[in-house]
């Protein structure tokens, strides 16, 4: 049987996305295109800095604006300023989103960092690995039980990078760990995608290049690249642009996270304009 997305509705109409890392950058832009599609919000952001990460990071005033742009499009939102790298308070927020809308359909596993300092320091390992992936896990693991008991199916979402899918990322403490946890993180989409396969909960993961936000802008961020000699050398893109636009990146998720990839699960999906394609 023949199967056409139908385009009637917008593309989340009647979902409820819960999406970490959502106060700036990335998370940002996909929380307005998902409300723009439709959907509901739960939204979650550190709201604060973390010692090892060299570029500004989001504000408690930069989620309150979050949360007006998605009123501003007609849709509900719960925020919450919270730590991926506290299960509790992770758990309290989804717990609060789902209290609210009586569902959750979509998880966007987005919270990550880029610890990439000049001054070399073993924390920025444990701080990439404890936000990029063991963030991650706790994001989905909060989440599995009521996707599971709705018996509606579903769909998780895993922002990785192009650094989770070849060897680059410099030969820092935090470059390493940021390599690692983004490579991480690809182990576990899929892993969960058996097991959550016979729930209809599918999950995917996307991996940009480098994308105009304030991060990949931060001088520090370029200081680091240039004295590394192996992030130096990387060569760029195969098509003619040096990064690609936070709203790129959104699309794919809201693809992966809309019903028109009803089938498509355990998936890497490169939003890198060429970048794996030259390795």
Not at 61 to 87: P, Q
Not at 173 to 192: D, P, Q
Not at 252 to 257: D, K, R
């Amino acid at each position: 049987m023949r199967y056409v997305a139908q385009r009637t509705t917008r593309r989340l109409d009647g979902k409820v996305a819960f999406v970490t890392g959502a106060a700036g950058g990335l998370g940002r832009s996909h929380v307005q295109r998902m409300a723009e599609e439709g959907a509901d919000l739960v939204i979650v952001d550190i709201c604060r800095s973390v010692d090892t990460v060299p570029y500004p990071q989001s504000t408690p005033e930069e989620l309150s604006d979050a949360v007006e742009e998605v009123r501003a499009l007609g849709r509900r939102v719960v925020a919450r300023e919270t730590d991926v790298r506290d299960r509790a308070a992770l758990q309290e927020a989804y717990d609060a989103g789902l209290a609210e809308f009586g569902q959750i359909d979509i998880v966007v596993a987005n919270a990550g960092i880029a610890p990439l300092l000049v001054e070399d320091r073993v924390q920025a390992w444990h701080d990439a690995i404890d936000v990029n992936l063991t963030g991650t896990f706790h994001i989905i693991e909060v989440a599995i039980p009521s996707m599971v008991a709705a018996e509606q199916g579903g769909s998780i979402v895993i922002v990785s990078s192009t650094a989770g899918l070849v060897g680059i990322g410099g030969a820092s403490n935090g470059g390493l760990g940021y390599a690692a946890s983004k490579h991480g993180v690809v182990g576990l989409m899929r892993t969960y995608a058996n097991n959550l396969a016979p729930h209809n909960i599918r999950v995917n993961s996307v991996h940009p290049t480098g994308v105009a936000t304030r991060m990949v802008a931060d001088p520090a961020i370029a200081e680091f690249v240039a004295q590394d000699p192996i992030l130096s050398e990387t060569a760029p893109n195969a098509l003619p642009v040096d990064t690609v636009e936070p709203v790129d990146v959104s699309n794919a998720v809201l693809w992966l996270a809309s019903d028109e990839a009803r089938y498509v699960t355990g998936v890497t999906l490169p939003v890198d304009a060429g970048f794996i394609n030259r390795r």
